[in-house]
Structures are given as structure tokens and as C-alpha cells.
């Protein structure tokens, strides 16, 4: 079992910088690729960001490629996404997931364990 925590969302001007936090529970963390995912009203939830287990590979949606950064640290047990020139168009509820295993997955349908969500709104 993993439990997950977001937090860091907010409100932030078009061009502002977020970073997200997601703290898990449970030992198996460092053996689950990590993603990130977010879901706007009325619309799907949309993969963001993934990370392995390792943390070496990572993968991002086309929308988000060169602003936004997936890490993790494995001693803490935490994974992050730093967010940059945000756009009023990256409003959503954001969420963390855990991955069945240890490499990187696009697919909801890949992820285990999902967090609560955490609000970011971009304002233009």
C-alpha cells in the first residue's frame, strides 16, 4: 500500500512558477514509477509527467515539455514537479500517482495508488 500526499498548489499569474510536492507512505516507493496527472473541469485527467524508479528516465506530455520538471528523492520519499511559465491553460486539480511498477507509464490505467489532488490556477 502507498498513501499519498499532495501539496504546493495555489493561484499564480501567467509566466508565475509552482512546485508541487507528493509525499508517500509505505515502503515500496522507491520500487513505483511516480506520475503526475491533472484534470480540468469537464475534461478527462490527462497524464502531466512520469518518473521511474530510479528517477533516470523521465517523460512529459508535449504541452508541458521544457517548463515543467518530475523528480524524486527516494531518502524522503517524495516526488516533485516544478512548474514554470505557467499558462491559464495549466489550471487544474493536479494529482500524484504511483505506478504498478517501476517504469515510466502515460496510462491512468498504469497507476496504482492516487493522491487527493492539489488545486493550481493560473490567472492571465
Known amino acids: 500500500q502507498v498513501q499519498l500526499v499532495e501539496s504546493g498548489g495555489g493561484l499564480v499569474q501567467a509566466g508565475g512558477s509552482l512546485r508541487l510536492s507528493c509525499a508517500a507512505s509505505?515502503?515500496?516507493?522507491?520500487?513505483?514509477?511516480m506520475g503526475w496527472f491533472r484534470q480540468a473541469p469537464g475534461k478527462e485527467r490527462d497524464f502531466v509527467a512520469t518518473i521511474s524508479m530510479s528517477g533516470v528516465n523521465t517523460r512529459y506530455a508535449d504541452s508541458v515539455k521544457g517548463r515543467f520538471t518530475i523528480s524524486r528523492d527516494n531518502a524522503k520519499n517524495t516526488v516533485y514537479l516544478q512548474m514554470n511559465s505557467l499558462k491559464p491553460e495549466d489550471t487544474a486539480l493536479y494529482y500524484c500517482?504511483?505506478?504498478?511498477?517501476?517504469?515510466?507509464?502515460?496510462?491512468?490505467?498504469?497507476?496504482?495508488?492516487w493522491g487527493q489532488g492539489t488545486q493550481v490556477t493560473v490567472s492571465s
Open positions: 500517482a504511483a505506478g504498478w511498477g517501476g517504469s515510466t507509464q502515460y496510462d491512468v490505467n498504469s497507476y496504482a495508488y
Open positions: 509505505g515502503r515500496t516507493f522507491r520500487y513505483n514509477a
